[in-house]
């Protein structure tokens, strides 16, 4: 009998001894596996015309990478945007139609995946509907990812657009119009969840 309950004993410590390490193994594997957010990254674009050229910025930029599923999502409110002449800024939010659209939205997924165990900066296209004044269009974004610390992403990323896809009037000073071609740029610390 004595020998018995020591086999069962010797097979239930073998038992729990592989069941921590298939749990510390299972951990590591899905620590990585986590949705990231920003509160309070910016978004700026850069628009341009004859002789001048103008920034439109906001740090009110949100968002969430979820590094398991590829899901990408941020919102720029359009009321955060500013160009420095609130005349400016009270046309670009008609021209957007902010009442009606309040927000500048990216959904995506990522084509490629983040290696959390790669020193410096990695670049991941993500490809989602990007939507401005209404009209969504599918684009394909290249993010700049570089794991900052523990638990901490930098993200940064930038593309051009033409605001007539969006169905959006080019601005015009007098005769001179603002270029259709504006350049965006986003950059946010993502914090684990």
Known sequence: MKIKSNRILYLSKTL???LSILFLFLSSITSFAQVYSATEGHANFRAKMPFNSYMGKSDRLQGTINFETGKVAFKVPVRSIKTNKDKRDEHMYELLEAKKNPDVVFDGTLIDNFDINKKGN?????????TLAGTTRQITIPLDLELVSEGTIQLKASWTLLITDYGLERPSIVFIQVDDKHELSVDAVLMEK
């Open 16 to 18: 729990i001894f592989y």
């Open 122 to 130: 990695q670049s991941v296209p993500v490809k989602g509907d990007f």
